[in-house]
Structure formats: C-alpha cells, structure tokens
C-alpha cells in the first residue's frame, strides 16, 4: 500500500537531508584545509602538542583549528559558483532523474547563506580571537592558565567591537546620512554587520583588482619552473657533465681547505696560541660553499630535464602556455563583452535574486559547455588572484612555506585567503565571466547595486590585466631596443651592459656565425 506523505513531513526529511550533505560537505572542506595547515604549520617546542607547558600546547591547537576551519570556509567560497553552474546544467540534462532529486534550490541556497554567515564569524570573531589568544598572557596580577588567556581575549575583543561599531556608524553617517536613525542604530545584526562586510568585499575585489592582473603574467613564469621547457638549442648531457665536474672541483677544494685549517690549528695548539681560525675558515668557506649550493640546485634542475621525457620537453610546456593564454584571452573578451553590454543598457548589474530556479536554462549560449568553460575561468582567476598577490612586493613575506610558518603568519593567510575567495564570486559576476545571479546575502552588498562603481572595475580589470600581458611579452624586445640605442649613442659602460643582454648576445653570435660562413 503505497503511503502518503505529509508536506510538514516531506518538508522535515528535506531538511535533514540538507543538514547532512552540508555537514558532510563542510567536513570534507575542514579536513582538507587542517592538513593544508598542519603542512606549512611551522613546529617549534613551544607549539609541539606533547611538550610539558599544556597551556601553550592548547593554545597553539585552538589557534590551528580556528585557522582550518577557516581555510574551509575559503575553499568553499570559491567552491560556490561552480557548484551552482555544475548543479544548474545536470538538472538541466536530467530533470526527471531520481538520483540527483537531492540537488535543489533549497540546498544550493543553504550553501550560500551558510558560506556568508561562516564568513561573518570567521572574519569578525574567530580569527581575531585566534590571534589574540597567540598574544595574550593574562592580566597582571591574574593566576596564570589557559582560562586568564582566554578572559583577556575576550575583554580585548569586545573592546575591538566597540571600535569596530562605533567606526562603522561613523563611516555610515558619513556617507548616507538617511540610514542613520534611532531604530537603525540598535539594529546590528540587520544592518551595521552586512553594512560593514559590503565594505570589506569591496576591499577584496579592489585587492583581487591588483593581483590577479599580476598573477595572470606570474603564471607564465611559474609554468616554466614546474614544466620542464623544450631545450632545442642545449646540449642537456654537456651542461649536465659540466655541473657535475665544476661540483666534484668545489668539494675537493672544500675538503683541501678543512685539512689545511686542521694542520694548522694543530700547530697553533702545540705553539699554545690562540688564532682566530673560526673567523678564517668562516671567511674560507662562504665563497665557496655559496658557489656549491648554486652548482647543485643547477645539477639537480638539469638532472630533472634529462630524466623527462621527450613527450613532456617538446610538448607539454607549449600545450600549458597555450591553455594558459587562451583562458587569459576569453577573460578579456568576457570582460569586453561585458563592458559593452553596461554601455548599451543590455547588461545588468550583479545584484541578488530571491527566487532561484535551476534546470530552467543553459548559463551560457553554448551549453554545457559554454558552463565548463566558466567554471574552469573561476578556478583560473582565483588561482591567478593567489599567486599574483604573494608576488606583491608589500606581501612577499606573507608567503607560507612548508613547516616553516609561524602561526600567527599561518592567521594572516587565513583571513587574507578568506576575504579574497569571499570577493570571488563578486568579481567573477561583475567582471562578466558567469551570469549566474548572487544568492543570499551576497547580492545585497550595497555597491553591487551602482553602476559607475561595476562599470569602472570591468575598465580598469581589463586595461590592467592587458597592461601586464604587454608589459610581460613585449619586455624582452624593449630591453633589446634600449640597449641598441645605449650601444650606439651611450657610454662605454652603457656599450658593456648593452652587450651583456641575452637577445643582444644572441644576435650578435648569430651575426659573428653568418660572417664567417661568408669569410
């Protein structure tokens, strides 16, 4: 007998089904991001979990489970957009399929309101919390423990909302005055907090507008440090015998200092007189043992061409540029397109919608896989935006590095991380690259709804990001051209760096070569 089900029924069970795939969903995320931390966490004694002082112990454990979850909450901002593109086009192709009845609106639109509210609380509460608590020792004259720790953190944070509140209603009466009333005041929550997060996503995109540009130039250079590149005109075994030769020379003429410096302070002791041999082997030894280091990482590059194959030197590096310069190529178009679209009335602004309908229509007016192609550039931007912004001068040092990462740069990262993946599904649906329409709270921010401000980003994300690309290919041959005219008009130190240049050097072989065909 078949049963029939109560809507208030149908309506829990929907629920519970939500609340798992989110748990499951956000736990997956943790993990991940908590070995992501735990391998660049740098671990000193006093944040080893096993030393005697258990409080600096617990301290440092509470800090790293602050900073995971929210590198999670990270993953899953950038995770949104393609999430929902991904779900809208298999509902799109299976409308009528059992198995994928559990992709909804309702579970789409959880994720994003539960993305904006962990964001919330990471930004504002646990991260300066986490930082806090690295710092704190206690208030004088207090007993020592993890509990005086936490009490200080505590009084320190409220105090930084009340700064935090009192800028806000400052920044706020400043720039609308209308906002500002009796009513509004006591309205945090409603009002104040989304007020203050919209002022923060439009310093995320701002700083998305600095590093991606530079990321997407980045991107070529990094590709030539993980992809072996076509070596056509080297001879990998002769420069290979070389490094090896010069690297066995530097270790003999190491080891024939060490035994002079030992005979020596034999006959310094047996004199009974003390030298400064310290000071001269240190001066003996830095030349050379700098020069060493360089001739082994040169051997170890060259040891790592050779043993590629020739599939990945002749044809994997130009296959990655090419992908590379594609997907740089359909951004700029987007963005174009974009910016006509504004210019003519066709486009629309990135603000929010109420209602989500998928499996209604393609995204894109090529399909599925007009969709992929979108997907693929939201990863692609936010892998530039990483990489573009730890090449800043100002933020180099920020970069983590594998088990030599304090913790409180390990909490730096996190909320840099955090604010940029945040900003990514707003640049990625001002800047044109999806026409998927924000959800929740995030297509309330209150710039989203002002043209001059959208408008401006798409001109100058695309200018600069053209800027970087020109600058980056064409710098070679300025250089060549610069140093022609230092050549012929310049000094005879100008002449000498203008013939050092490597296109310079290569031209000028070329030429030597062709003269003596001729002779």
């Not at 590149?229 to 080891?255: I, T, V, Y």
């Not at 590059?301 to 590629?308: D, M």
């Amino acid at each position: 007998m078949e049963s029939e089900w109560d809507s208030r029924e149908q309506h829990f069970l929907d629920a519970v089904r939500e609340n798992i795939i989110s748990g499951l969903f956000f736990t997956i995320l943790y993990i991940l991001a908590y070995l992501l931390s735990s391998h660049f966490r740098k671990r000193t004694d006093k944040e080893d979990y096993y030393t005697s002082d258990d409080e600096d112990a617990m301290v440092y454990k509470i800090a790293l489970w602050i900073c995971s979850f929210t590198l999670a909450v990270s993953i899953g901002a950038v995770l949104l957009l393609p999430i929902s593109i991904i779900t809208n086009e298999i509902l799109l192709v299976y409308p009528n399929s059992y198995y994928v009845k559990w992709l909804n609106e309702s579970l789409i639109h959880g994720l994003w309101n539960q993305i904006f509210l962990f964001s919330n609380l990471a930004l504002f509460i646990l991260i300066p919390f986490a930082y806090f608590l690295t710092e704190s020792e206690g208030f004088a004259g207090s007993k020592k423990g993890i509990k005086a720790r936490i009490y200080e953190t505590v009084v320190v944070l409220l105090l930084l909302g009340m700064l935090v509140f009192g800028f806000t209603v400052v920044l706020t009466a400043l720039l609308d005055v209308d906002k500002i009333t009796q009513e509004s005041i006591s309205d945090f929550w409603d009002f104040y907090l989304p007020y203050l997060y919209s002022c923060i996503s439009l310093l995320g995109v701002l700083m998305l507008l600095i590093s991606t540009p530079l990321g997407v130039t980045h991107l070529f250079t990094v590709i030539g440090q993980l992809v072996v590149k076509p070596q056509f005109m080297h001879d990998l075994d002769d420069e290979l015998d070389s490094a090896r030769f010069e690297e066995d020379h530097l270790k003999r003429k190491l080891k024939d200092i060490d035994d002079f410096l030992l005979l020596i302070d034999s006959i310094v002791t047996k004199l009974n007189k003390v030298g400064s041999n310290n000071s001269i082997q240190q001066n003996g030894h830095t030349e050379l043992r700098r020069r060493l280091k360089e001739v082994e990482t040169e051997r170890k590059e060259l040891e790592r061409k050779q043993k590629a194959s020739p599939w990945q030197r002749n044809v994997a590096y130009p296959l990655v540029w090419l992908l590379l310069f594609i997907l740089t190529v359909i951004s700029l178009c987007m963005v174009g397109q974009n910016i006509f679209k504004l210019l003519l009335g066709y486009g629309s602004l990135p603000v929010g919608v109420q209602e989500l309908a998928l499996g209604k229509a393609s995204l894109s007016k090529l399909g599925s896989f007009g969709s992929a192609i979108e997907v693929i550039l939201i990863f692609y931007v936010m892998l530039a935006s990483i990489v573009g912004f730890y090449n800043v001068p100002w933020f180099k040092s920020l970069r983590p590095r594998h088990s030599d990462t304090a913790m409180t740069k390990i909490i730096a990262n996190s909320i840099v991380l955090l604010i940029l993946s945040s900003a990514l599904p707003l640049l990625s649906r001002s800047i044109g690259i999806t026409t998927f329409d924000l959800l929740g709270e995030f297509g309330r921010i209150d710039w989203l709804g002002s043209f001059y401000i959208v408008f401006g980003y798409n001109v100058a994300f695309g200018v600069f990001t053209a800027m970087c690309l020109g600058n980056k290919f064409t710098k070679t041959m300025r250089d060549y051209l610069l140093d022609r005219l230092r050549f012929y008009w310049g000094s005879p130190h100008d002449k000498t760096l203008a013939a050092s240049n490597p296109l310079s050097m290569a031209v000028n072989g070329r030429r030597s070569l062709q003269a003596t065909k001729l002779d």
